[in-house]
């Protein structure tokens, strides 16, 4: 079957602009992350879903961010008023179950703010 | 801050030697996972290994535990280039959480 597939693979947009990332799960997995990564950084969490709530949204820098997850399977990442520190490449995963699950990785949007 | 630090942050060596990271950690945790990352984009999963778990082979992949040390390696054996790609180690608590990564080069 399909794995997890984010769209757009790039975004290029002016700094103070709103964007919206998306994220398509692996039909079935409950639990879906968003992670950040900065050029040759590890990842850094953002907030996860199980079903269509986050009970954990420590790792979300600022309130311009927020997601949200609709019929336990799409998710969306919005940045609002976005910055330059904002450029980064955005991953999207999703694993069966929270907890104890391997995390099945898709191929991220880079993300550029000018 | 983060969870998990791998040693070394960079790590070149030639094709059929073996290749020797390493990731510490600071707090309890439920599992170890290994990834891998190709050109800076999504994550591979390598191997998890359990915490009452002290070894684990995948391969040419080789993972140990030391809980008593918080600490675990990834051995891979007999490289290929096409290793070559960063490596994370990833704590899992109530959330996974990534080390920084190693990157690894595998030379002809």
């Known amino acids: 079957g399909a794995g997890v597939s984010q769209s757009p693979s790039n975004k290029v947009t002016e700094k103070g602009k709103d964007v919206e990332l998306r994220c398509d799960p692996i039909s079935g997995h409950t639990a879906l992350y968003w992670y950040r990564q900065s050029l040759g950084q590890g990842l850094e969490f953002l907030i996860y879903f199980q079903g269509n709530s986050a009970p954990d949204k420590s790792g979300l820098p600022s309130d311009r961010f927020s997601a949200e997850r609709t019929g336990g399977s799409v998710s969306t990442l919005t940045i609002q008023r976005t910055q330059q520190e904002d450029s980064a490449v955005y991953l999207c995963?999703?694993?069966?179950?929270?907890?104890?699950?391997?995390?099945?990785f898709g191929p991220g949007t880079r993300l550029t703010v000018l | 801050s983060q969870q998990g630090e791998e040693d070394p942050q960079a790590l070149s060596i030639q094709e059929g030697e073996n290749a020797t990271m390493n990731c510490s950690y600071k707090?309890?945790?439920?599992?170890l996972q290994w990834y891998r990352q190709n050109s800076g984009r999504g994550l591979v999963h390598l191997i998890l290994?359990?915490?009452?778990?002290r070894e684990k082979h995948s391969g040419r992949l080789r993972v140990t535990l030391d809980t008593s040390k918080k600490s675990s390696s990834l051995l891979i054996t007999a490289s290929r280039a096409a290793d070559t790609a960063s490596y994370f180690c990833a704590t899992e608590g109530n959330k996974l959480t990534f080390g920084t990564g190693t990157q690894l080069k595998v030379e002809l």
């Open positions: 995963a999703s694993s069966l179950r929270q907890g104890n699950n391997e995390q099945f």
């Open positions: 707090t309890s945790i439920n599992n």
């Open positions: 290994i359990r915490s009452n778990e």
